[in-house]
């Protein structure tokens, strides 16, 4: 069993920035697909970025060029830099974790709210 935790999010003003942080508590993080990914009232949830474990990385239109994921093996831990956030990306973020054995984990969210 692996467990997640989430931090970082927050309320910030319309074209600011943030940044999460998970926790991963698997023993073979650097083998994992790491993603993120964000579900807003009434809404899907939705993917956000993703990150496997030879550094590659995706993004969906709607936050490419403004969201960064990052990771650090050396922590377990795996990032998303926010700029330029709009109110449109108000949501709860959820940090994914997909072993190299397929087996997928979510952390307890975090609520970003992007409001001036």
């Known amino acids: 069993q692996v467990r997640l935790v989430e931090s970082g999010g927050g309320l910030v003003q319309p074209g600011g920035s943030l940044r999460l942080s998970c926790v991963s508590s698997?023993?073979?993080?650097?083998?994992?697909?790491m993603g993120w990914y964000r579900q807003a009232p009434g809404e899907q949830r939705e993917l956000v970025a993703t990150m496997n474990r030879a550094g590659t990385t995706d993004y969906p239109e709607s936050v490419k060029g403004r969201f960064t994921i990052s990771r650090d093996n050396s922590k377990n831990t795996v990032y998303l830099q926010m700029t330029s956030l709009k109110p449109d990306d108000t949501a709860v973020y959820y940090c994914?974790?997909?072993?190299?054995?397929?087996?997928?984990?979510w952390g307890q969210g975090t609520q970003v709210t992007v409001s001036s």
């Open positions: 994914n974790e997909q072993t190299f054995n397929k087996d997928t984990y």
């Open positions: 698997g023993r073979l993080f650097s083998l994992s697909t």
